[in-house]
Structures are given as structure tokens and as C-alpha cells.
């Protein structure tokens, strides 16, 4: 019986080991094999997914975000870089668009070849253009990168061209991703699947093709269907080294609700149809995107609940308190018809007439899956006090008794000019 139930265990274990790994949050199944990834909603802030997102890993060409970034931030798209020769060399087997020593290219094809091609040359470029040096830039970025939140990044190349010393995380990459993707112009380069750089000075036009699979409908090498494209996907960023692996930082978004994905360290060889990186990052988005709607939970103006206002007229006891704006929460789509009660929290203080209609007189907390909203609740009404009541009564009361006693002078003036008028024409 022992022998049995020992063995149980070991198979047990063993199947946890061979298994992929996987999250369940609400029922959406996430599979990932890559060791380090992140799943975010873009709408909520909400982490959906992590597997060691917090461990350093090295970022290899997804480095080329804050590259862009910075390039955004201090250039304009129609200026001009001209290639030095410093900025062209790269260590062996790097990507390099063969840019020419002395050659003139816009800012814009410049972003074009570093975000749609990964051209390594193009990044220094970038980098000399706008800090004057490698070294310049890359403390520009871990600047940046504190900046924007970063708790574990330090560049030290616009590239991503490996070193020690330059690493990032699976949560860091997401928060530059999501930093970048609110401009609009990195948004449209990421999700480019194809351009064509003019010729230059020094060059013939070069034709790019994305290298980010999810948005390639057909491969290009094999001119067959591409198991990787993702009709949702719009963007943004490949990377790899020996050391790094391969990493992909990935977008997706449908009816306005979006996610980014991040995967580093994924398995070093690829093929056609076996890349880990694009699969992981395809199976993360699309779970999201059929599992989760953003749905309008209230809706302004809803009644949240009714109140006693204690000194109010005996007919404006009872308040009706209003949601001031829409709520609207990440569900999944299976919880649609939930009904999420609010947390309400009252200002005991301001329930006390007199009350404006308007007047904020509270909060509604609404929570799902450990995400939160809040409201004010406001009031549906103008509500008056007794002693208000009271002494506007009052006010009331004195201001008639002065029209009466003005009537009752008035009409005794007249009275008396006609008793006048009567003795006047009996003396005639």
C-alpha cells in the first residue's frame, strides 16, 4: 500500500514538471512557457498574468522602445541624422542596415528601421543625433527609465547589444511599453507591417518587413500562411542574443479594450512553425482578448441609494443620492450579468440640510477580481431645513403682515379722499 501511494506521488510530480505552466484567473487559462512573462490591461492598469516578471533579465532588441521614446520626445520626424563612423560599428552578427558613413536619412526612416527591422546601426545613430554620444543616451534612458517607473533597468546602449550591465525585467519592459504606446507615432510605427525607405545619398531604397510575426499575415520566406498572426495584434517590439534568447514585447486590442504582453528568455531556436516567443505572446493576447470586456457596471445618474436627511422638511426626508459618472470595470465575459454591489461610504457631515442638488455627499466603490472604482454619489436635489423652514416662515410671515397693514393704510387713504371729494361737491 505504501509502494503505491509513493509512486502515486512521484507521478504526480513528475507531470507538474512536464506540464506547461499555467495561471487561471476567473477561468481564463494562461499557457506560457517562456520563462519570464507579464500579461497588463491598458484600460485598468491590471496585472493579469505573471511568471518572474520581477527578474532581471537581459532585454536584448526590446531595448529599442526607449531608444524610440527619447527619439520621439527630442526630434522631429522630418529632421535629418547623418551617419558617423562610430555609429556603424557593431559586434559580429548584429543586425545592421549597412548604413554608410556620411549618409543622410530623415528621423522617421531612421524609427523605421529601428522598430520594423531592428537595425542596430540605426539606434546608434539616434543616439549620437541626439546626446552626442552612446554613453550621453544611455543615461538619458535610465533617466527616462526611472521616470517612468522602471524598478530593475539599466541601459548602457540604444540597442540592446548584449553586456552585463544592461538589463531590464518582464514588469519594466511592460511599463515602457505602456509609457511608449501612448504616442500616438510609436503606436503606428510598432504596428507597421511593411515599409520602404527611400534611397539616400548614399544608398538604394531598403524594403523592411516587420519581424514581429503576430502582424505578418503570410511568411515571407516560405510564402505560406503564417501561424503566428494575429488579426488584433498591433505591435510592438522583437528582440534576441545568444544570452538573452528570444523576447517579444506584444500588443494587442479590440473594442477598445488592451493588453501588452512580455516574454524574455524563450527558447534560443526557431523555426517556421516553433517559435515560443510568438506562440506564448499569441496565446496570452488572444485568451485576454476573448476572455475580458471593459463593461459599464452604472452608468451617471444611477440611484446608488436613499438617505434620511434628519433635519430636513418632514416631505424631504428621504434623499435619493446619484452615481456622478459611469463606472465601467475589466470583466470577463462569463460575469457580464454579475451584479457588483458597491461599497458605499457616506459623509456623515454634509447629511445634514441644507443640501444642494449636486452636492457630493458620499462614495460608491465598486470591485471586481481585486480591481476597484470609485464614484462620488451626489445629491438628486435641493433639500431644505426646518429651521430654515422656520425662519423663512417667519420672514415670510412679517413681509405679508407689511403688505396688509400697506393695503389697510392704502385703502384708508382712499376712503378719506373721497369722504373730502363728497363734502367739497355738497359745499359747491
Given at each position: 500500500m505504501?509502494l503505491?501511494?509513493?509512486c502515486?506521488?512521484?507521478?504526480?510530480m513528475?507531470?507538474?514538471l512536464?506540464?506547461?505552466?499555467?495561471?487561471?484567473?476567473?477561468?481564463?487559462?494562461?499557457?506560457?512557457?517562456?520563462?519570464s512573462a507579464i500579461?497588463?490591461?491598458?484600460?485598468t492598469?491590471k496585472?493579469?498574468?505573471e511568471?518572474?516578471?520581477y527578474?532581471?533579465?537581459?532585454?536584448?532588441?526590446?531595448t529599442?522602445?526607449?531608444?524610440?521614446?527619447?527619439?520621439?520626445e527630442n526630434?522631429n520626424?522630418n529632421?535629418?541624422a547623418?551617419?558617423s563612423?562610430t555609429?556603424?560599428?557593431?559586434?559580429?552578427?548584429?543586425?545592421?542596415?549597412n548604413l554608410q558613413?556620411?549618409?543622410?536619412l530623415?528621423?522617421n526612416d531612421?524609427?523605421h528601421?529601428?522598430l520594423?527591422v531592428?537595425?542596430n546601426?540605426?539606434a546608434?545613430?539616434?543616439?549620437?543625433?541626439i546626446?552626442?554620444s552612446?554613453s550621453?543616451?544611455?543615461n538619458?534612458?535610465?533617466?527616462k527609465?526611472k521616470?517612468?517607473?522602471?524598478?530593475?533597468?539599466?541601459f548602457?546602449?540604444?540597442?540592446g547589444v548584449?553586456n552585463?550591465n544592461?538589463?531590464?525585467?518582464?514588469?519594466d519592459?511592460c511599463?515602457i511599453?505602456?509609457?511608449?504606446?501612448?504616442?500616438?507615432?510609436f503606436?503606428?510605427?510598432?504596428s507597421?507591417?511593411?515599409?520602404?525607405?527611400?534611397?539616400?545619398?548614399?544608398?538604394?531604397?531598403?524594403?523592411?518587413?516587420?519581424?514581429n510575426?503576430?502582424l505578418q499575415?503570410?511568411n515571407?520566406k516560405?510564402?505560406?500562411?503564417?501561424?503566428?498572426y494575429?488579426e488584433y495584434?498591433i505591435?510592438?517590439?522583437?528582440?534576441y542574443?545568444?544570452?538573452a534568447?528570444?523576447?517579444?514585447?506584444?500588443?494587442?486590442?479590440?473594442?477598445?479594450?488592451?493588453?501588452i504582453s512580455?516574454?524574455?528568455?524563450?527558447?534560443?531556436?526557431?523555426?517556421?512553425?516553433?517559435?515560443?516567443?510568438f506562440?506564448?505572446?499569441?496565446?496570452?493576447l488572444?485568451?485576454?482578448?476573448?476572455n475580458?470586456?471593459?463593461?459599464?457596471?452604472?452608468k451617471a445618474?444611477?440611484?446608488i441609494?436613499?438617505?434620511k436627511i434628519?433635519?430636513a422638511l418632514?416631505?424631504?426626508?428621504n434623499?435619493?443620492?446619484?452615481?456622478?459618472?459611469?463606472v465601467?470595470?475589466l470583466?470577463?465575459?462569463?460575469?457580464?450579468?454579475?451584479?457588483?454591489?458597491?461599497?458605499?461610504?457616506?459623509f456623515?457631515?454634509k447629511l445634514?440640510?441644507?443640501i444642494?442638488?449636486?452636492?457630493?455627499l458620499?462614495?460608491?466603490?465598486f470591485?471586481y477580481n481585486g480591481?476597484?472604482?470609485?464614484?462620488?454619489?451626489?445629491?438628486?436635489?435641493n433639500?431644505?431645513?426646518n429651521?430654515?423652514?422656520?425662519?423663512?416662515?417667519?420672514?415670510?410671515?412679517?413681509?405679508?403682515?407689511?403688505?396688509?397693514?400697506?393695503?389697510?393704510?392704502?385703502?384708508?387713504?382712499?376712503?378719506?379722499r373721497?369722504?373730502?371729494r363728497?363734502r367739497?361737491n355738497?359745499?359747491a
Open positions: 505504501k503505491k501511494k509513493l502515486f506521488i512521484l507521478l504526480i513528475i507531470l507538474a512536464i506540464m506547461p505552466f499555467s495561471c487561471y484567473s476567473n477561468g481564463a487559462t494562461f499557457n506560457v512557457n517562456s520563462p500579461l497588463y490591461n491598458v484600460n492598469g496585472i493579469l498574468y511568471k518572474n516578471a527578474e532581471k533579465k537581459y532585454p536584448a532588441s526590446t529599442k522602445m526607449m531608444t524610440a521614446i527619447l527619439t520621439l526630434c520626424l529632421d535629418t547623418t551617419v563612423s555609429a556603424i560599428i557593431l559586434p559580429p552578427g548584429y543586425i545592421s542596415a558613413v556620411g549618409e543622410v530623415t528621423i531612421l524609427l528601421l529601428l520594423i531592428s537595425s546601426d540605426a546608434n545613430v539616434l543616439a549620437e543625433h546626446a552626442g552612446v550621453n543616451f544611455s538619458m534612458m535610465n533617466n527609465a521616470e517612468i517607473g522602471c524598478l530593475n533597468t539599466h548602457v546602449n540604444p540597442n548584449q552585463v544592461h538589463y531590464s525585467t518582464a514588469y519592459l511599463l511599453a505602456n509609457y511608449a504606446m501612448k504616442n500616438e507615432t503606436k503606428k510605427l510598432v507597421t507591417d511593411s515599409y520602404t525607405v527611400p534611397a539616400t545619398n548614399k544608398y538604394d531604397e531598403r524594403k523592411l518587413t516587420n519581424t510575426l503576430l499575415q503570410v515571407e516560405t510564402n505560406t500562411k503564417n501561424i503566428y494575429y495584434a505591435g510592438i517590439k522583437t528582440g542574443t545568444d544570452q534568447k528570444n523576447c517579444l514585447v506584444a500588443a494587442a486590442s479590440k473594442d477598445g479594450v488592451e493588453f512580455v516574454v524574455l528568455g524563450s527558447a534560443l531556436h526557431e523555426s517556421d512553425n516553433n517559435s515560443e516567443r506562440a506564448d505572446s499569441k496565446n496570452l488572444e485568451t485576454a482578448i476573448n475580458y470586456c471593459m463593461f459599464p457596471v452604472k445618474n444611477d440611484l441609494t436613499t438617505v434628519p433635519n418632514p416631505w424631504k426626508k434623499l435619493k443620492l446619484l452615481l456622478e459618472n459611469d465601467t470595470l470583466l470577463e465575459k462569463k460575469d457580464m450579468n454579475l451584479e457588483i454591489q458597491p461599497e458605499i461610504k457616506l456623515e457631515e445634514n440640510a441644507p444642494k442638488k449636486g452636492d457630493i458620499g462614495t460608491a466603490t470591485t480591481t476597484s472604482v470609485t464614484s462620488n454619489i451626489v445629491a438628486s436635489g433639500v431644505s431645513s429651521e430654515q423652514f422656520s425662519k423663512n416662515l417667519k420672514i415670510f410671515g412679517f413681509i405679508a403682515i407689511i403688505i396688509i397693514w400697506r393695503m389697510h393704510v392704502v385703502k384708508n387713504k382712499k376712503k378719506k373721497a369722504r373730502m363728497r367739497q355738497r359745499g
